[in-house]
């Protein structure tokens, strides 16, 4: 089922997890928007990941008492900057990078499937699983 609302996405989120929200929720949008949204999403005492914010897209406004109310742990990530993106897409255009990279998938999955190829990373029953759109 696609989400098309917030309204949508609040309801499936608590379809799953009861009344109380997410456990963990983990922003990886990239629209400061999706980001008020995700404190929305998480229960007392729940764990927030931004790691989409990678790009200076903007401000966003909220009131920090719900972090203080809900007990949140707020946790930023940085994992690399486009530049990393553009260099490591080159390398892989090369033949040697290309037929190394791909020696080490696999899996394969629909993105249909993507919960199973969680699963299988989860277990350690491949070595790399990638989702095929």
């Not at 990886?28 to 914010?53: F, T, W």
């Not at 033949?95 to 999955?109: Q, Y």
Request: proline share 5%; aromatic share 8%.
């Amino acid at each position: 089922m696609r989400a098309e609302s917030r309204f949508d996405r609040r309801s499936a989120v608590l379809a799953e997890t009861g009344p109380h929200g997410a456990d963990v929720v983990i922003e990886c949008v990239g629209h400061p928007s999706a980001v008020n949204e995700g404190i929305e999403l998480c229960r007392d005492g729940g764990k927030y990941l931004v790691l989409g914010q990678y790009a200076d897209a903007g401000n966003i406004s909220f009131n920090p008492h719900l972090i203080t109310r809900k007990q949140l742990q707020l946790v930023g990530s940085w994992g690399f900057e486009p530049r990393h993106v553009d260099r490591a897409l080159s390398l892989l255009a090369g033949t040697h990078f290309k037929e190394l990279f791909a020696s080490e998938i696999t899996h394969r999955f629909p993105l249909a499937e993507a919960n199973a190829a969680l699963e299988t990373v989860r277990e350690w029953r491949s070595g790399k699983a990638v989702l095929v759109p």
